[in-house]
């Protein structure tokens, strides 16, 4: 059995930055891709960024290009998440996700999530 726990959360004024973290236990072997989702209230769950294994192969979701970075650090079996120029629409509960079923948006284990709140 996997489990994710996600850290970083937080209250962060307009234009501020955070970096949320995802630790994996359980099997994470060669094909556990990871992710980030997001999902805001009264709206469905999206998928943020994913990272292969290897970590060379990315997606982003085209309202974070160029403000969010996924990458990872398979030896500590965590995902991170660096967000800058947060803006109150980033504001939502975000999650991890680990193995891939579709890439990018399908992932079969989940994290409990963490809430980031953008405000002024």
């Known amino acids: 059995q996997v489990q994710l726990v996600e850290s970083g959360g937080g209250l962060v004024q307009i234009g501020g930055s955070l970096r949320l973290s995802c630790a994996a236990s359980?099997?994470?072997?060669?094909?556990?891709?990871m992710g980030w989702f997001r999902q805001a209230p009264g709206k469905e769950r999206d998928v943020v960024a994913a990272?292969?294994?290897?970590?060379?192969?990315?997606y982003y979701a085209e309202s974070v290009k160029g403000r969010f970075t996924i990458s990872r650090e398979n030896s500590k079996n965590t995902v991170y998440l660096q967000m800058h120029s947060l803006k109150p629409e980033d504001t939502a509960v975000y999650y991890c996700?680990?193995?891939?079923?579709?890439?990018?948006?399908?992932?079969?284990?989940w994290g409990q999530g963490t809430q980031v709140t953008v405000s002024s």
């Open positions: 996700a680990g193995e891939i079923l579709r890439w990018p948006t399908r992932f079969t284990y």
């Open positions: 990272i292969n294994y290897k970590g060379d192969s990315t």
């Open positions: 359980g099997r994470t072997d060669s094909t556990f891709g």
